[in-house]
């Protein structure tokens, strides 16, 4: 056993000619199952060593942490335990296995496997491959791809992509660029950043200090759906005048109302009179501010983030402007935050802003105390607040949606006979309806006449009969304009036969031959 | 008694809480449900009265069992044992066949009085109930226990949970020994009872392949002591060890699949061996993939009621239940990754 590199916890160790670590064992040649309960296989580096025993009948938050045999110290679980947990065992490593033995981590994710490296583990395994493998998953650079071409003899393909995979990592971790490693999988994979973020610290307490170069960027919040949305809020309206603001936290399932934190809160909520008068606006990263019945808009409904509970000063920035475009002074009598570890920030934003602002200060906000203090905050606030009925409620969220999605030709839904309730039942007449699918109001038929008829999106197409999606080879002209993922009215021989969303961008749809240009929601 | 295995026993209670409060004169459930009696399909009535619970859990528990949540730990009054009898008995009338269950002992005394189950089963016998089941640990199992003046035909469940005795100290935190369960068989059966043993299909910490193992095991040892045998997939019920690992994603519900091998084969045993698996096609319970969870369920039904066999059922998760098997020892718990069953398709649906 040499070590050659180093490179935060982690370590490059030369253990024979030809044989390094971070290094992967085939679960086919290299692993051999336990004879019984109470013993724990073998593995093969090189040498066949003994595995210790399965943990049975452990808490895996309690040290120790390890399992140890003679030559092989086994992490179980590092594929789930929570981030911080992992980060705090990983502290612990090296003083439960010392550093002779082998720190093997069983059953992990290859996505994952930079930042377990980067902690100090040596051993991985093909368990996870194998399982995906089985599915028709194809391992790509760390990453799961779905391909059409058929692969024969799949698991072998994909070991032999995971063998090129932690060469790579051990080529990082003698080039000092493991750091970069890290950072790259981190960045669309929540839990590795997770892990990143909480081992600061520890990095800084522990880690290796190698020279090399830190290329550095700063990516965050630029993505253009999400701009785009924070953009659209500045023509937003509330529901009402004068309805109380409430600030809740983002929740992990989205939409957020179908989340079990959220469903507490509405729970709560209702018991309390005139609880129509509250206005909730979930606070987030990178959106900034969701209005309720902004949930189903992407993307709104389609992202996930590490949570960390820290906001840093560009998020802040973010969230600043965001209130800005609400206008609270004039939209709202006074405001809830109810944020957890959001709240102080929140308050802090909404107080400059210049109106009344209560901070429930429950640092879990959908705790059984936590819901009653919101409870008792809500009926006190809302004491004083004119009552708002189902009705007028229905209509303003309607309009507030319709604006969002429909910017200035949204009028025709927002005259329309507006009725049901948030979320899934509220509909503008016969001319739309709630439809996840869109991310806000679908329009039927009858709404894509008035639609076009008021500036939308129009394909003139050749005349047939429409039965399935619009193709390109059937499109002849168009008016106004789109982007692909917009909702777009079909007219045929001068009257309107469909509406659905659209494939291809304009001139696309002219100059394509084959292909699909509109996908048909609903069609006369 | 054997030794406890102390991490364990501290996890069962970490993992407890109190129960909630309950209605005392409402019995927990009560319901009618197909069974079979002297090879012929009957209705049976099956009742949950609500009692002290199992002395068991009250002092440490076992890692899969959250029964104790139905339990009121102060006890619940014959007066009002009385009321909840009387509101289960219009589900029994006409029955020839019943179950009562406790979330306990039925025949340990501290927790149902002996007075009130006399009355009990002198009550079900002139309604002309023919067999009634009852459960209780096996240390309850002394004939003066069970000795009613007047009652149906007694079959007592008793949860075996495995033969081994790693599993039953290191998985499952039940101290029972393998001799005292094969006495106890026996003094049932010398005093005119019928003996059914639970046996668990993947206990907490044990992979896919060692619970199969472990089940077919325990069922052939048992099959000579008792008259028939249930496999109970273990379930995730609130407030356990179970639930823990289960939110830690450290072990998953076993699949249906595994139900239908290990009832395969015990097909040559000498005494019925059926399941029921309890939450069966959810996530808290046994599973296969979203497209046969119901084909299968179906099967094992006619299968539990003597209607139909288990051969021939297929479907594409099949093969990836084969490949988990076959990989789970070496993957050290039970656990498999988020959406396998479904072959990683499932996105988010709302």
């Known amino acids: 056993m040499e070590p050659i590199g180093h490179e935060g916890l982690g370590r490059l160790l030369k253990l024979e000619d030809n044989l390094q670590t971070p290094h992967v064992v085939f679960s086919h040649s290299d692993l051999e199952e336990s004879k019984d309960l109470e013993s724990g296989g073998t593995i093969t580096i090189g040498k066949k060593f003994n595995l210790p025993p399965s943990p049975l009948g452990l808490d895996s938050e309690k040290s120790p942490y390890l399992q140890l045999s003679e030559n092989i110290a086994v992490i179980d679980n590092a594929y789930s335990i929570q981030p ?23 059953a992990v994710e290859p996505s994952q496997m930079p930042i377990l490296a980067y902690l100090g583990v040596d051993i991985f395994d093909d368990l996870n491959v194998e399982l995906r493998s089985s599915t028709g998953w194809v391992l790509e650079s760390g990453e799961w791809i779905k391909q059409n071409k058929q692969i024969e003899d799949l698991f072998s393909h994909n070991r032999e992509e995971l063998n090129r995979w932690i060469s790579r990592i051990r080529n990082a971790i003698s080039n000092g660029k493991l750091r970069e490693l890290v950072e790259l999988t981190s960045l669309h994979n929540p839990r590795v950043s997770q892990i990143l973020y909480y081992s600061t610290s ?18 965050s919040l630029n993505h253009p759906a999400i701009l785009d949305f924070q953009d659209r809020l500045s023509n937003y309206e509330p529901p009402a005048k004068g309805m109380v603001l409430l600030i809740l936290p983002c929740s992990a399932r989205k939409p957020y109302f179908k989340s079990s934190s959220h469903k507490r809160f509405f729970n709560a909520l209702r018991e ?92 879990k906000p959908s705790s059984y105390e936590g819901l009653e203090i919101l409870q008792n905050i809500a009926r006190m606030s809302l004491s004083d607040v004119p009552l708002l009925n189902t009705k007028d409620r229905a209509k303003g969220e309607a309009t507030g949606l319709a604006k969002f999605q429909y910017g200035d030709n949204s009028n025709f839904l927002v ?57 390109a080879v059937g499109v002849k002209s168009y008016e106004g304009s789109w982007n692909i993922g917009d909702q777009v009215v079909i007219k045929q021989n001068g009257t309107v036969t469909g509406v659905g969303i659209a494939k291809m961008m304009p001139e696309e749809m002219i100059a394509m031959k084959r292909g699909i240009a509109v996908e048909v929601r609903h069609h006369a | 008694m054997p030794e406890a295995f102390v ?53 440490e528990g076992c890692s899969m069992c959250g029964y104790f949540n139905d339990t009121v730990p102060g006890g619940v009054s014959d007066d009002m044992l009385r009321e909840q009898w009387r509101k289960v008995r219009p589900i029994l009338k006409g029955k020839k066949y019943a179950k009562i269950y406790t979330s306990g002992s039925f025949i ?48 007592i469940a008793i949860g075996l949970e495995s033969s081994s005795p790693v599993v039953l100290d290191k998985s499952v935190n039940k101290r029972l020994r393998w001799p005292h369960f094969v006495k106890v068989c026996k003094l049932a059966r010398d005093n005119g ?32 002591h008792v008259d028939k045998i249930s496999i109970n997939p273990v379930n995730v019920q609130k407030n356990t060890v179970v639930e823990k690992l289960w939110f830690r994603n450290e072990w998953t519900a076993p699949w249906l699949w595994s139900v239908v091998e290990v009832l395969q084969k015990c097909e040559d045993l000498p005494v019925r061996v059926y399941s029921d698996p309890t939450g069966g096609g959810t996530r808290r319970g046994a599973h296969n993939c979203h497209d046969c969870n119901k084909k299968v369920l179906e099967a094992l039904k006619n299968h539990r009621l003597g209607l139909g066999e288990l051969k021939g059922l297929h479907c594409n ?34």
């Open chain 1, 84 to 106: 911080k947990k992992l980060v705090e065992i990983a502290k612990e490593f090296r003083l439960e296995a010392g550093y002779s033995r082998l720190i093997y981590a069983p």
């Open chain 1, 272 to 363: 309390v009179d005139n609880y129509l008068a509250l206005h909730v606006v979930s606070v987030t990263s990178p959106l900034g501010l969701v209005p309720r019945e902004l949930e189903f808009c992407y993307p709104a409904a389609h992202y996930d983030i590490a949570v960390t509970g820290q906001w840093n000063a560009s998020e802040i920035e973010m969230l600043r402007s965001q209130l800005a475009k609400l206008n609270l002074k004039q939209n709202y009598t006074k405001a809830i935050v109810h944020a957890g570890s959001s709240s102080k920030i929140m308050t802090n934003l909404i107080k400059e802003l210049g109106i009344d602002v209560v901070d429930t200060r429950v640092e």
């Open chain 1, 415 to 471: 005259k329309s006979e507006i009725s049901g309730r948030m979320p899934y039942k509220l509909r503008c007449g016969d001319l739309a309806a709630m439809s996840p699918v869109v991310g806000g109001f679908g329009l039927t038929l009858k709404g894509g006449i008035e639609y076009s008829s008021q500036g939308g999106p129009t394909i003139i197409a050749e005349t047939f009969k429409l039965i399935g999606d619009l193709f």
């Open chain 2, 317 to 350: 998760c099949k093969s990836r239940w084969k490949a988990l098997v076959n990989q789970s020892k070496l993957r050290r718990n039970g656990s498999e990754p988020h959406g396998y069953r479904s072959g990683f398709t499932g996105g988010r649906h709302f």
């Open chain 2, 7 to 59: 991490p364990l026993t501290d996890f069962v209670n970490k993992s407890k809480s109190i129960p909630r409060d309950h209605p005392l004169d409402k019995p927990v459930a009560k319901w009618i449900e197909e069974e079979i009696l002297d090879g012929e399909v009957v209705e049976a009535g099956v009742v949950i009265l609500r009692t002290r619970g199992c002395y068991w859990s009250i002092k």
């Open chain 1, 202 to 219: 520890l990095l800084i307490e522990k880690g290796a200090r190698v020279h090399s170069k830190i290329r550095s960027n700063d990516l």
């Open chain 2, 193 to 224: 009872a019928e003996v059914k043993a639970y046996i668990l299909l993947k206990p907490p910490y044990l992979s896919e392949k060692e619970g199969i193992e472990d089940a077919v095991q325990s069922a052939i040892d048992a099959a000579p």
């Open chain 2, 108 to 155: 340990d005394p501290t927790e149902v009085p002996f007075d009130f189950a006399d009355e009990v089963m002198s009550d079900m016998s002139d309604m002309g109930i023919e067999k009634v089941l009852i459960e209780s640990l096996p240390e309850f199992v002394t004939p003066k226990n069970f000795a009613y003046t007047n009652s149906p035909k007694l079959e």
